[in-house]
Structure formats: structure tokens, C-alpha cells
């Protein structure tokens, strides 16, 4: 077997990836990091896009309100594998291009990955709402908080992304290994509420045991530990500590030059965990975060700092694909040389590493695409009318 890797496992793979933020968009860049083509499709006219998910895509622009575009569209779907629809229930049957009636009718095999934040069905069906809404009416933003405080939502990473885009993402996954089978496509729908549920099993299922049974904020996991907390340092900075275990536990008392005899209360005891915890606020007030660093480096104490993004940044942490494939790596993030292992990815990189992204702009790249797809030129298959491509011959569609 050669040294080489082969080409990443999505790499023969057409995604039309219908243009929206966050949970659409980052399953659409983890389908370009495993290797699939992605054309992003905006809205014509065109309007500049906040959206910074577009790793290896390119777009094209299309009036979803014309004949012409429209036609467009249909005339591209045979030659595609997935389509992500990131809009609200109904949009795209709306828009004449319903996934069963219209889209799998013109390509049997095609994938439709379908990313609501509520569910389908049921009374919040077709609401606005955002990562907060959604993992409210699941119930896992009533699990996060300190006690007595409101519910803290961690910015959108439960809902748009964990429950919502990586969802989709292995929704869509799923399905291209059913198709391997039985030669058909289908839909995938996936939410944030049932996607930031399912993320919350554990402490839900704990919720009837001793883990998770108490008050917000009070439980072993969620703040109310001293061996599972964070911890400011003298010069500002924090520590986390997930010392669970009583040999880590140890360890953790050995760095802090503690014995257990030196403690205020018994770590067993839960009514004695806000003082432990005062406690050890105080002790690690003593020292700066680079002093803790230097004593608990290499230990089994389960305390690391906590670094920011902008420490990384500098230190030049380098940004990997999700998942190493040994055989079949995704591509790589960090820019750099080829060759190098399989958890960095294959190939050179992107701009930006990971840090930065400058965006795609409307209408970039994708007509090279549809060129490689379905061997069009701008002049002869279509034509560009109000900033949109348009169909130029509608009556064969």
C-alpha cells in the first residue's frame, strides 16, 4: 500500500448548498473538508454575505423568483448529489422546488439535508427563532447556569452547531451510506431542538439519579464541585480542574501543596462543596496561571488552563480536521506543506488557518463549477440577467 494518502472520502460528491448562516453553512464546510465539491447558490441581486463558513465553496447567484432561475436550478439538480435547504418549512416548495415532489423526482438519487431550528411539527413550527430559542424548548438551556442565576446560554454553539449543522452534517452522511444500498436518495430533516436533546442524554438520563437531581448549578458536572470548576489565578487568567477521581483528586491536593486534613470540608459531602470551593478559589488566587501551568503540566491532576482564542492564535495552535481518517484524511485547515500526518489533513491548507476567513463572495468561483459539472459557458446554457443566472432556453425544462 503507498505511503500516499488517497483522495478524501466525499471527494466525488456535488453539493448545491442553498446560501443562510451558521448550521447550513458548517455542514456544507464539513462536506468541502472531507473532500466533496460545494457551490454555494445565492440570491440574485446580489448582497454581501456575513456568512464565514465557506472553506473550499463556490457560489453562484440566482433570482429564486424567476422562471429563467429557477429552470436554472432544476437543470442543475440531476447532476448533484446533496442539496442543503437551510430555509424555514415550506421555502422551497414555495418556491417550486419541494424536495418530494419536484427535486427527487428529477434526481432519485439526490440528497435533501434539510436544517430547521424547531421542529417540523408542533406548535413552534413555523416561528422565527434563534440557537437560544431552540435549546430552550428541548430543555438543555434550563441545565446551564449558576445556582440562583438565569439560565446562561452558551452562545450558539449547542443549537446552531452541535445540534444543528454537525446534525445535518451526519444526517446527510447516513444517508449517502443508505443510497450505497438501496440506489436511492431521500430527505434528511434535521432540528435544533431534537438536536441539542439528544447532546443532553447523559445529564437528562442523570436528572433521576444522584449525578444530576439537584438545582442548576449544583451538581457535580454543571458548577457545583470544587473538583470540577474553574478557577481565577492572581494575574487574571483561570484554571479548570476536573479532578473526579479520587487518585486525581490526589494529585490535585499534591500540586496545590494540600493534604487532605488541610481541607474545610469533605469532598464527599455535597453540603460542604461551596466552601471547598471558596476554598480552593483562594488557593489559586496565590499563583499566576503560568505558575499552576508549570506545576500541573504533566500530571494526572486534570488541571489545564483555560486559553483564549486570541493565546492560540498567537502560539500557533494549529486547527485540524474533526476527524483523522487515516487512509482517506480530510483536507487539511492549518496552511502548510504537503505531506504531513494525517491528522493535520491532506494538501496545503487555506487561507487563514483557521483564524480568519475573508468570506466568498456572491457569484464567485461557481461558474467554473457548472463548467466542470455540466460542461456549460456563460453564452451558450445560460445567461446572466439582473446579477442571476438565468436558464436560456426555459422551454426544454
Not at 466552601?275 to 480552593?280: C, Q, S, Y
Request: glycine share 12%.
Amino acid at each position: 500500500m503507498s505511503d500516499s494518502p488517497q483522495p478524501p472520502p466525499l471527494s466525488a460528491i456535488r453539493v448545491l448548498e442553498f446560501a443562510g448562516l451558521a448550521p447550513g453553512p458548517f455542514a456544507g464546510m464539513l462536506l468541502a473538508d472531507y473532500g466533496a465539491t460545494v457551490l454555494r447558490l445565492d440570491r440574485a441581486p446580489q448582497i454581501p454575505s456575513s456568512d464565514q463558513l465557506t472553506r473550499r465553496k463556490a457560489s453562484i447567484c440566482v433570482n429564486m423568483k424567476s422562471p429563467s432561475g429557477l429552470a436554472l436550478i432544476r437543470r442543475i439538480i440531476p447532476t448533484v448529489d446533496v442539496v442543503i435547504d437551510p430555509f424555514r418549512p415550506g421555502a422551497l416548495e414555495k418556491a417550486g422546488l419541494g424536495p418530494e415532489d419536484v427535486l427527487l423526482k428529477l434526481n432519485p438519487r439526490l440528497i435533501v439535508g434539510r436544517m430547521t431550528g424547531f421542529r417540523r411539527d408542533g406548535k413552534y413550527a413555523h416561528m422565527a427563532g434563534h440557537d437560544i430559542n431552540y435549546i430552550a424548548v428541548s430543555g438543555v438551556l434550563s441545565m446551564l447556569g449558576r445556582q440562583g442565576e438565569r439560565p446562561y446560554p452558551p452562545g450558539n454553539i449547542v443549537g446552531d452547531f452541535a445540534g444543528g449543522g454537525a446534525m445535518c452534517f451526519l444526517g446527510i452522511l447516513l444517508a449517502l451510506f443508505a443510497r450505497e444500498k438501496t440506489g436511492y436518495g431521500q430527505v434528511v430533516e434535521a432540528n435544533m431542538v431534537d438536536g441539542s436533546a439528544i447532546l443532553a442524554t447523559m445529564p437528562r438520563l442523570g436528572m433521576k439519579t444522584e449525578v444530576w437531581r439537584r438545582e442548576r448549578g449544583t451538581n457535580m458536572l454543571d458548577g457545583g464541585a470544587p473538583f470540577y470548576q474553574t478557577y481565577e489565578t492572581s494575574d487574571g487568567k483561570y484554571m479548570a480542574v476536573g479532578a473526579i477521581e479520587p487518585q486525581f483528586f490526589a494529585a490535585l491536593l499534591k500540586g496545590l501543596s494540600l493534604k487532605p486534613s488541610d481541607l474545610p470540608g469533605n469532598r464527599d459531602n455535597k453540603a460542604d462543596w461551596p466552601i471547598l470551593t471558596t476554598f480552593f478559589a483562594k488557593t489559586f488566587r496565590s499563583k499566576t496561571r503560568a505558575e499552576w501551568e508549570a506545576i500541573f503540566d504533566g500530571t494526572d491532576a486534570c488541571v489545564t488552563p483555560v486559553l483564549t482564542q486570541l493565546e492560540l492564535e498567537k502560539q500557533g495552535f494549529d486547527h485540524r480536521p474533526a476527524v483523522t481518517l487515516k487512509a482517506t484524511p480530510a483536507y487539511a485547515v492549518q496552511e502548510g506543506e504537503e505531506g504531513r500526518p494525517a491528522a493535520v489533513g491532506q494538501g496545503i491548507g487555506w487561507p487563514g488557518s483557521g483564524w480568519s476567513e475573508s468570506g466568498l463572495e456572491p457569484g464567485k468561483g461557481g461558474e467554473e463549477v457548472l463548467g466542470q459539472w455540466l460542461g456549460w459557458k456563460r453564452g451558450r446554457q445560460y445567461d446572466v440577467e439582473g446579477q442571476g443566472l438565468v436558464l436560456k432556453d426555459v422551454s426544454k425544462m
